[in-house]
């Protein structure tokens, strides 16, 4: 049984394509991949929360762009 044919707790992943498929074809970095996931659920999890979690992770994403971690 491959892991995309079962979810484990919820139902906000169920989808064509799972997250973690479009991180591993994107070659996403954590915080894309954070940030990607609350943006992607945001309507069937959590509402605005979810968006405003995407936030904080592209806050502290800018801040670490800033000072040259990222490029």
Known sequence: MSAN???VAGKHYESKMQHWDI???HDLDYFQAQITKYVM???LKNGIQDLQKAQHFIEKYIELAEVGYYG
């Open 5 to 7: 044919s079962r979810q």
């Open 23 to 25: 991180v591993a074809e």
């Open 41 to 43: 659920r945001w309507k």
